[in-house]
């Protein structure tokens, strides 16, 4: 069983910290998908006004890093990272 070379950006990275952050980088998705986060929010309490922007991330990079950070957890979990098996010829 072949096991992925991961050894990219996210080596080293200890995978309750990886799964931790893939969890919330697939809630930052739907929010992103769904419309959910607001880019900018402002309020006015007594002592001054204050505000808040987000920058709104690409869901293309989003979704390449989710996949990266998978990619990842299943090499140090010792998981294939394509759960299929290979394809032989038959004679």
Do not use: H, W
Request: proline share 7%; hydrophobic share 40%; aromatic share 6%.
């Amino acid at each position: 069983m072949a096991i992925c070379g991961c050894d990219g950006v996210l080596g080293g990275m200890p995978p309750d910290v990886l799964k931790t952050r893939l969890a919330q980088m697939q809630q930052a998705y739907l929010d992103l998908a769904t419309g959910v986060k607001s880019q900018a929010a402002s309020y006015a309490p007594a002592d001054g006004s204050r505000s808040v922007t987000y920058t709104q991330a690409s869901i293309g990079s989003l979704v390449q890093v989710i996949l990266d950070t998978k990619k990842q957890l299943a090499a140090l979990e010792g998981r294939r990272c394509n759960p299929r098996r290979p394809v032989g010829p038959f004679f």
